[in-house]
């Protein structure tokens, strides 16, 4: 991939010349090419989405100007606030947190893909409300593998009817699956809890539906989730360096 590095000049103090968005964009890169080989999977394939939630503009410059163009956030007003700061730049934004009802209006009209539909009421309104001029919405479900009452997601149970009303939504386009697992530094079981989502994923394709998308994978743990199938990881940490505030 060009990352546009090539021709910058090399600065003093930096890990391996360059920025540090760029070193740290291409040992991310590293690590995705190395899981994809483990698994026997073309690294073009999986998707890496920068999660910029906590970091400011200048901190998606930076990466931007390393050849980054898919930026994840959680939060929907400081994303405004992020995307019209950045309005020069040739970004696709995606929504990755938990939507209320009453910020459907504002997703559904500034953001290209959202991962964290899990109940029909939300997706209807997203349909309802993407501005006729724009493409359809891209979504994803989020599904809840690890139980957690406190955590967003639908139930796996639940999964098949309301993936089924989802994809009849006539502006959202059902790509997939979405799931941030209970987090563990246990490879296998974090390697379970992937297996998992990629298995209703697998059985939502069985029941006829068009998926192509397995949004699974953060800074901790992508390369499980490149090993169960992963198709886009969202990767925050490992690209910007640790958030200071509560996310
Ligand atoms: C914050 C966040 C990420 C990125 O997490 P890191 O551990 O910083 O890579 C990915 N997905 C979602 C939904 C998040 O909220």
């Known amino acids: 991939m060009d990352n546009g590095l090539e021709t910058r000049k090399l600065e003093p103090g930096m890990p391996s010349g360059g920025s540090p968005a760029g070193a740290r964009l291409r040992a991310v890169q590293a690590r995705l090419a190395q899981a994809a080989a483990e698994a026997g999977r073309n690294a073009a394939h999986i998707g890496l989405l920068a999660v910029s939630k906590t970091f400011d503009t200048a901190a998606v410059r930076g990466l931007a ?43 559904a009209e500034n953001f ?19 501005p006729a001029g724009l ?28 993936a089924e009303a989802v994809a009849k939504l006539p502006k959202l386009r059902l790509r997939g699956l979405m799931a941030i697992p209970a987090p563990t530094s246990e490879v296998a079981a974090q390697r379970a809890a992937f297996r998992r989502v990629r298995e209703l994923f697998d059985e939502l394709r069985t029941r006829g539906q068009a998926l192509d998308t397995l949004s699974m994978g953060m800074s901790g743990d992508l390369e499980a989730a490149i090993l169960e199938g992963a198709t886009i990881v969202r990767v925050g940490t490992a690209l910007f360096g640790e958030r200071t505030r509560h996310a």
């Open 112 to 130: 290209s893909w959202v991962h964290s539909v899990d109940r029909l009421k939300i997706a209807e309104r997203l349909s309802a409300q993407r």
């Open 65 to 107: 100007a390393c050849g980054q163009r898919e930026f994840g956030e959680n939060y929907l007003q400081e994303a405004l606030d992020k995307q019209a700061a950045l309005r020069d730049l040739p970004l696709v934004w995606h929504f990755i947190g938990p939507i209320q009802s009453n910020k459907t209006r504002a997703i």
């Open 135 to 162: 493409p359809s919405l891209q979504v994803c479900i989020e599904v809840n593998v690890s139980g957690e009452a406190s955590k967003g997601g639908v139930a796996p149970a639940e999964l098949p009817a309301l």
